[in-house]
């Protein structure tokens, strides 16, 4: 089992530019979260899955949207990047909302 | 709202030492998670306590639980320099839709 993947690793992009992050999950979670992790921060969920075609928002969703395309798949969208979104991402899954959490390796994206 | 507190974010520790790092949490919690981070690693989980007077056990770490108190500890023991890392304590809120929340983190460095 690969657990949680992310893609990609690292990213670059230019303020005003928009990407996706890819997050899958191989252990048949039905939940899933996105974080970002900011020095001194600790990790802020964005959003999450609670089960497949649910998602609701966490502390941090501005500028920020999802989409749970399968129970597989989780992605997050940055429509138009700024620089206070570089930061590191980390998806993550569990059973349900209430187990402990798998987290994948994170994107490590730096807007310019 | 759940807050997490972790104090002091970080922690020098002499190589052969015993110390214990705490976590503070605000309101109940049905549950409190451990994890760890390695510099530029995602997170790997080390415990999980469902109740309280719960305590885990793994090499040199101990966690446990005190829920009257809102407050966890984490014992280490004759530290090493492999426990060089960040500690993060996590919450769940009680109730439907919970999710974790997590402290900041400490940063424990152990010294020869």
């Known amino acids: 089992n690969a657990g949680v993947t992310q893609t990609p690793k690292f990213q670059v992009l230019k303020t005003g530019q928009s990407m996706t992050l890819q997050c899958a999950q191989d252990?048949?979670?039905?939940?899933m979260y996105w974080y970002r992790q900011d020095p001194g921060m600790g990790l802020r969920l964005i959003y999450y899955?609670?089960?497949?075609?649910?998602?609701d928002k966490g502390e941090v969703p501005n500028g920020y949207n999802v989409s749970r395309l399968n129970k597989r798949e989780f992605s997050l969208r940055l429509e138009s990047a700024a620089p206070s979104q570089t930061s590191v991402y980390f998806c993550?899954?569990?059973?349900?909302?209430?187990?402990?959490?798998?987290f994948g390796p994170g994107t490590r994206l730096t807007v310019l | 709202e759940l807050k997490v507190e972790q104090n002091p974010l970080f922690l020098s520790m002499q190589e052969g030492k015993n110390y214990t790092i705490y976590c503070n949490y605000s309101?109940?919690?049905?549950?409190l998670y451990w994890y760890r981070q390695d510099p530029g690693k995602s997170l790997e989980s080390l415990f999980v306590?469902?109740?309280?007077?719960a305590v885990k056990q793994e090499g040199r770490l101990m966690a446990s639980l005190d829920t009257k108190a809102r407050l966890s500890t984490l014992h280490i023991t004759a530290a090493v320099h492999d426990l060089s890392a960040t500690y993060f304590c996590?919450?769940?809120?009680?109730?439907?839709?919970?999710?974790?929340?997590f402290g900041k983190g400490i940063t424990l460095s152990v010294r020869p």
């Open positions: 993550a899954s569990s059973p349900t909302e209430i187990n402990e959490q798998f």
């Open positions: 252990m048949n979670h039905n939940s």
């Open positions: 899955s609670a089960s497949e075609g649910t998602t």
């Open positions: 309101t109940t919690s049905d549950r």
């Open positions: 306590l469902l109740s309280n007077g």
């Open positions: 996590a919450g769940t809120n009680t109730g439907a839709n919970s999710k974790l929340t």
